[in-house]
């Protein structure tokens, strides 16, 4: 083994260690504050790694053991898979390696560390963002989620949604990254500056916001089967807890996703049960069916019910890579044999659109209803806020995952939506968690994995005409980011085509020809 190979592999082993650092920060070990300091470790090693091609690997290896230990509990879905999803995704933190080194190898001058502070965050950002789409498997794990505890700090939400507290995060470790690599006070001084302003920036835009604007209030009720042996018991047990709100003043009793497995389309008489708890109640119900219908293919809605029956649905758009459908099944299928993944694909819907809720009292309450993973996606709230959601709605089931960080997590993310809407948010969960937050995302309450029953919010509802800068203007912080990568890479590439320029060879000089007649004088 050569020298450079002996020195080569431990660091790349410590990449692959530093990814799991910011695993901590999410639900589940809850240690949001680490967030702000987490990357280091890793950008420390990707710059001084001895060439471009080295911190491409460790960016790659980071990425690697941050998807293996952030997707753990998805072991029970794909099970061998997930080594190969993390080697796959992993490679799109290879960039924000190679950025770290060219930026911050050796002693950075001033230039290369304004630099930094401007270009590692938009690598970061563009890699969420790219992990993001739907048919790569969706946005989970982003680390602006972090945060979700500070709602000053999802001010920025506010402003540029989840990626630009995202943002705020790696500019503030690659700060510290520069303040401990460099010695110059210039530069010392501007890591520092950056540090302060990131740390401060969310809670200076809190401070700053005016209240969202309300349009009156609701109460919520979330109802929580709890562990139940079969889906006739999950029925029942929703059925009993919503019989015992009887005589509670509420607007909308929400059951969590997959709690009825009955087509209600074609299930006349548990129609007829769910309207009679309606009527029981006072309060429209929000069921969640997970169920096959009359076309063979199974999908997942969520049914407004009232006294009369059913009123309206939604069909769950973006749907669970492995747990709902295998992407690319000719390929991926044999992972169903060797695991808990989707024996069949289910059906997904084709809009986002908001249902016709009303109050005990009779007046309108514009809801948004989305299903499970779909809190995970930025774009659906937001559009349901242009549509003028006064209330989003998630109704969830996690029990695959129930002993895991995946509850706690899911849970977390309905804060993120709300501060990125002005919205209120509630998600009913089977199993747990389930939790409803304010429009500037503090939470309210929360029945944990641990429990079973009802809990109820009294929400002041969003102004339908209400508009947060993220609604208005949305993805800006990801398409900026993409700009100034792209300006980093063709300033990088610059000098290599001069250069290259110089050196090709001219054209050959002329010689004089030789079947010209000579002159005559």
Request: with cysteine; aromatic share 8%; glycine share 10%.
């Amino acid at each position: 083994m050569s020298l450079r190979t002996a020195l080569t592999r431990p660091a790349r082993y410590g990449a692959l260690a530093s990814g799991v650092l910011p695993v901590l920060t999410f639900p589940g070990a809850g240690l949001a504050w680490l967030a702000w300091a987490a990357l280091v470790p890793g950008l420390l090693l990707m710059r001084a790694a001895g060439g471009a091609r080295e911190a491409v690997v460790r960016g790659w290896w980071f990425g690697a053991g941050f998807i293996l230990t952030g997707m753990y509990w998805l072991i029970p879905s794909i099970g061998p898979g997930l080594p190969v999803l993390a080697v796959l995704f992993g490679v799109l933190q290879a960039p924000f390696g190679l950025a770290a080194w060219w930026l911050l190898h050796g002693e950075p001058t001033l230039r290369r560390a304004a630099a930094a502070l401007a270009v590692l965050p938009a690598v970061w950002v563009c890699a969420e963002y790219a992990r993001s789409w739907n048919a790569l498997g969706g946005p989970w794990a982003l680390f602006g989620a972090t945060q979700w505890e500070h709602p000053a700090v999802l001010g920025l939400a506010s402003i540029g949604g989840v990626w630009l507290v995202s943002w705020a995060l790696v500019a503030a470790n690659t700060a510290l990254a520069v303040l401990l690599c460099a010695h110059g006070s210039r530069v010392r001084a501007l890591a520092g500056a950056t540090a302060l302003s990131s740390v401060l920036a969310g809670p200076l835009v809190f401070a700053a916001q005016a209240a969202p604007a309300t349009s009156g209030s609701a109460s919520v009720t979330l109802v929580q089967a709890g562990s139940t042996p079969d889906e006739q018991a999950r029925l029942e047990a929703n059925a009993r807890i919503t019989r015992s709100l009887a005589g509670r003043p509420t607007d909308l009793i929400v059951w969590g996703e997959s709690s009825t497995t009955e087509d209600l389309d074609r299930r006349p008489e548990t129609v007829a049960r769910l309207a009679a708890l309606s009527r029981l109640t006072g309060a429209q119900l929000l069921v969640g069916e997970d169920a096959r219908k009359a076309d063979g293919r199974i999908s997942k809605d969520a049914v407004l019910v009232d006294g009369s029956g059913v009123l309206a649905r939604y069909r769950k758009i973006r749907l669970v890579p492995f747990g709902e459908y295998i992407p690319l099944r000719p390929l991926l299928g044999w992972i169903a044999g060797v695991s808990a993944a989707a024996g069949e694909n289910r059906a997904p819907g084709s809009s986002v659109h908001l249902l016709p809720v009303a109050d005990r009292d009779g007046r309108a309450l514009p809801v948004g209803a989305l299903v499970c993973f779909e809190s995970a996606f930025p774009d659906m709230s937001r559009t349901m806020a242009r549509q003028g959601a006064a209330l989003i709605v998630y109704q969830s089931a996690t029990s695959t995952f129930q002993s895991t960080w995946a509850p706690a997590q899911h849970a977390s993310l309905g804060a993120l939506r709300a501060a990125e809407t002005g919205r209120p948010v509630v998600q009913a969960a089977l199993t747990g968690e389930s939790v409803a937050y304010d429009a500037q995302g503090r939470r309210l309450v929360r029945l944990g994995t641990d429990g079973s029953g009802a809990v109820t919010a009294d929400l002041a509802l969003a102004d339908p005409a209400a508009r947060t800068w993220y609604v208005r203007l949305g993805d800006w912080v990801p398409m900026l980011s993409l700009a100034a990568v792209l300006a980093a890479a063709a300033t990088a590439a610059g000098p290599a085509l001069r250069e290259r320029r110089r050196r090709r060879p001219g054209p050959p000089a002329a010689s004089a020809p030789t079947d010209v007649p000579p002159a005559r004088v």
